[in-house]
């Protein structure tokens, strides 16, 4: 129960970021490659469904399985420093290796994974903590 709630506010949360608020600012940060990005009409919503799916797991798997986290407080806080960490490898490997986003998109892209998976960590450590 716990991947799926998590999976509903990933999917929103990502939405919410990459789909309305920072737009925008995305685009206006992309890189020297061009369409790379797919257009709504041309997305794969179920890889884009699985990826979510799987990054609630991973927070599940790590806070059940390894760190006994239970409450809002301790997901927020473990679901913010690996979304931090996690986004910045990610972000400047592929600022290293591609053309798609400028440093400050590289930069700025993992604040909104420790802002994403930190609200949604709190969520899961709230469900894990129901029994």
């Known amino acids: ?32 490659a061009t369409n790379v990005m797919r257009a709504e009409e041309d997305m794969v919503w179920w890889a884009l469904i699985v990826g979510n799916l799987f990054q609630a797991y991973f927070l599940v798997y790590i806070f059940g399985k390894w760190a006994n986290i239970t409450t809002f407080s301790g997901g927020l806080k473990a679901g913010a420093i690996l979304g931090l960490i996690l986004g910045l490898a990610m972000n400047l490997t592929m600022f290293g290796t591609s053309n798609m986003m400028n440093l400050t998109g590289a930069l700025v892209d993992p604040l909104v994974s420790m802002i994403m998976m930190g609200i949604t960590g709190g969520v899961i450590g709230v469900m894990l903590g129901r029994k």
Do not use: E, I
Not at 6 to 14: A, D, E, H, T
Not at 15 to 28: E, H, I, R, S, V
């Open 1 to 32: 129960m716990a991947t799926l709630v998590g999976f509903v506010v990933f999917f929103l949360l990502g939405w919410l970021f990459y789909g309305f608020l920072l737009m925008d600012f995305y685009a206006d940060n992309a890189g020297s």
